[in-house]
């Protein structure tokens, strides 16, 4: 982690306590989001988060339609990805991808914040775009993750960023979009835990591979875990 960024020394960390009863499959997003993905690959997801009974699929804009046909008659729900990964798209276009997804049949949208404007201090700019990001989300009744990727962040810009995420009302913030600085950690969502209002959840992604990896982060105060490692982490817990 680069000099500046968070990390564990810079606020009090909860001591953590894995639940290693727990249904994993529950509170997972079974992720696709490699940029060669193909529908085939889409169809293995969907089929997997039936089979396991995970919270949601996680594919690109593109294939939103195609996982909202394959999942119509089951209790997964679809999520997609806007302005990702690198967050830096016009704000309105991030609201025109929303509201695209959301007609393609998603419930759940994974948006990334615009980090050029978090490293310009450009603040306004930053609490605009996530709220219009959140607002458009919401005027559909429907589910919004807002991607912060904490592994580029400095303290300072965490805490900035929690303070609006307080005042804008996201359902989730979620640590990192798996492509860009470090993935989710036991400290960063610990850091998020105390940072955020309770009303706003937190879901960890990227980096995540095994049972031991989500327990930790989810006893640290994650409530949704993004994965594309679903299927070993529960049949991981399967065997334990």
């Not at 969907?46 to 999942?71: G, I, M, S, W």
């Not at 997804?101 to 201090?121: H, Q, T």
Request: proline fraction near 2%; hydrophobic fraction near 40%.
């Amino acid at each position: 982690m680069a000099e500046g960024t968070t990390n564990a020394g810079s606020i009090f960390l909860k001591h953590y306590k894995p639940h290693a009863s727990m249904n994993l499959s529950s509170i997972i997003d079974h992720t696709v989001l490699k940029a060669d993905c193909s529908l085939e690959d889409v169809r293995k997801c969907c089929a997997e988060a039936v089979q396991f009974q995970f919270a949601a699929v996680c594919v690109p804009p593109f294939y939103t339609k195609n996982a909202a046909d394959l999942l119509a008659d089951t209790q997964v729900k679809v999520a997609t990805v806007v302005g990702f990964p690198m967050g830096y798209s016009a704000t309105a276009a991030k609201v025109e991808e929303i509201k695209r997804a959301l007609e393609d049949g998603a419930s759940e949208i994974d948006a990334v914040i615009n980090l050029c404007a978090v490293k310009s201090g450009q603040w306004s700019y930053v609490r605009n775009d996530i709220d219009s990001m959140v607002m458009a989300t919401h005027l559909r009744g429907k589910t919004v993750k807002i991607i912060l990727e904490t592994g580029l962040l400095t303290d300072t810009e965490l805490r900035n960023l929690c303070d609006i995420c307080a005042e804008v009302k996201p359902d989730f913030v979620k640590t990192s979009t798996g492509f860009n600085g470090d993935g989710a950690t036991v400290e960063i969502v610990q850091q998020l835990h105390l940072l955020l209002p309770d009303g706003i959840r937190i879901k960890a992604s990227g980096g995540i591979r095994t049972k031991e990896d989500a327990l930790r982060l989810i006893g640290a105060g994650a409530t949704r875990i993004g994965s594309s490692s679903s299927v070993r982490m529960v049949t991981e817990q399967a065997m334990s």
